[in-house]
């Protein structure tokens, strides 16, 4: 049967949009309805029985606004399965899970979020152009690192994690004996 999932994502410079469209359009190629949309455009999540909630890092942290929502719609998430993801890792780092911030750690475990998923991200010019201070650090960074096959993998564990047993998909009806 169709579940209804959320996929609410925080994000500065865009990349972490496009992970969340991503993990939508494979989520509703697996059968689910799919609402992709900023945390702070999100008024309710009791309409879904299923969330997604992704972050940018900066700095070690996540988006404030997407700390917010889970601080928010805390009571409502722990009623639902939730998966967690941020895209953060840039430069020779890419590959390395992103450590959580404690703020999250705590909200994740209230929620009883699934394990939370690192993706790497994008950095991209104009990000570094918006912070002259910090250009020599920053420079060689730029670079598009997102991993789509793995973003589109794990949509896929989330879709099959949200479809029933095949016993119950097909109802209770009895058995059809064999050669009819
Ligand atoms: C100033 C700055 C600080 C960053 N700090 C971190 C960090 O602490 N950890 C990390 O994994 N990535 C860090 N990043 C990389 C971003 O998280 C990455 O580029 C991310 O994909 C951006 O997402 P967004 O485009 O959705 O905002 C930083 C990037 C910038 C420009």
């Known amino acids: 049967m169709s579940k209804k999932v959320l996929i609410a994502y925080g ?32 008024l309710a999540v009791s309409e879904y029985d299923a969330v997604v909630v992704g972050s940018a890092v900066y700095q070690s942290r996540w988006r404030p606004e997407v700390v917010h929502f889970l601080r928010h719609h805390e009571r409502q998430l722990r009623n639902r399965p939730v998966w ?21 750690v705590r909200l994740a475990r209230l929620i009883q979020a699934a394990p939370v998923k690192t993706f790497a991200g994008e ?28 973003i589109r993998t794990w949509s896929r564990e989330i879709a099959t994690a949200l479809q029933p047993p095949r016993a119950e998909a097909a109802g209770n009806g009895p058995p059809v004996a064999a050669g009819k």
Request: hydrophobic share 40%; aromatic share 2%; net charge negative.
């Open 11 to 42: 994000t500065k410079m865009g990349a972490t949009a496009t992970i969340a469209a991503v993990i939508g359009s494979e989520l509703r190629a697996a059968g689910h309805q799919v609402d992709v949309r900023e945390v702070g455009a999100v």
């Open 84 to 104: 967690l993801f941020h895209s953060g890792p840039i430069g020779p780092s890419k590959n390395q899970d992103q450590p959580l911030p404690p703020d999250v």
């Open 123 to 150: 950095l991209q010019a104009d990000a570094v152009t918006a912070r002259l201070s910090h250009r020599a650090e920053l420079e060689h960074l730029i670079s598009d690192s997102r991993d789509w096959p793995k």
